[in-house]
């Protein structure tokens, strides 16, 4: 167990809607990071969140959007959902200062029908 | 994002050594080497990580060359549950992926398969 927490564990959804993941850090970690995982893509870095800021950005769509909270837990909106949006999506966090080392949260598991 | 390049698979047998390669041919002097593995059906767990000298940790043991062009990871026994997808990846640290901005960017990995 990591300590990382991701809800829901799976998600079935139709092409058009929106769906929010959520992601709770380990305890005392600052930064969170999501990432995709496809069978196509591999997985793919989305972006990252230091203590409520976004701090780097990979190949994330324009309707999909993070944010991270006071108190550090973090959600990932998903919108206009297309076929090629299910995929696992992972969590993962680290402390500010050991970025190298990064903890994953079990994913949720997307499904657009 | 400088590449990594790791065979598809790799097959190995339970108590024995494993040492899984990875080329990078076009590492700068920036870049870190980490290691992930990806159990089935979990999400990645880190291994190790090093950046000029070889490393050791309770999991297992990172192996640099000299030129840095290419690194070896190493289980010193494996068993069954070491049974997973293992990715070797460059962090690049130049500005803006430094300080508190950290992206990992994974290859295919290898696919390790140990038999008892």
């Known amino acids: 167990d990591s300590g990382v927490t991701q809800t829901p564990k799976h998600l079935i959804t139709a092409t058009g809607q929106r769906v929010t993941l959520r992601c709770s850090p380990r305890?005392?970690?600052?930064?969170v990071y999501w990432y995709q995982q496809s069978l196509d893509q591999g997985l793919q870095f989305l972006i990252q969140?230091?203590?409520?800021?976004?701090?780097a950005k990979g190949n994330i769509l324009e309707r999909f959007s993070a944010q991270q909270f006071p108190d550090l837990h973090s959600e990932l909106n998903l919108s206009s959902l297309e076929l090629g949006d299910s995929a696992l999506y992972f969590c993962?966090?680290?402390?500010?200062?050991?970025?190298?080392?990064?903890?994953f949260g079990p994913g949720t598991r997307l499904t657009v029908t | 994002d400088a590449k990594t390049t790791q065979p598809n698979s790799m097959e190995s047998n339970e108590e024995e050594p494993v040492h899984l390669p990875c080329n990078h041919s076009?590492?700068?002097?920036?870049?870190?080497i980490h290691w992930y593995r990806q159990l089935p059906s979990q999400g990645p767990e880190y291994v190790i990580h090093?950046?000029?000298s070889n490393v050791n940790n309770r999991m297992a043991s990172l192996a640099i060359a000299e030129d840095r062009k290419s690194s070896t990871l190493i289980l010193h026994r494996a068993t069954l549950r070491d049974a997973a997808v293992y990715y070797c990846?460059?962090?690049?640290?130049?500005?803006?992926?430094?300080?508190?901005?950290?992206?990992?960017?994974f290859g295919t990995g290898t696919r390790l398969q140990v038999t008892l």
């Open positions: 305890s005392g970690d600052l930064s």
């Open positions: 990846i460059l962090r690049d640290t130049r500005p803006p992926n430094t300080g508190t901005a950290s992206k990992l960017t």
């Open positions: 076009t590492i700068s002097g920036t870049d870190y």
């Open positions: 993962a966090s680290s402390v500010g200062q050991r970025a190298y080392e990064q903890y």
């Open positions: 969140y230091y203590n409520g800021e976004e701090r």
């Open positions: 090093g950046l000029t």
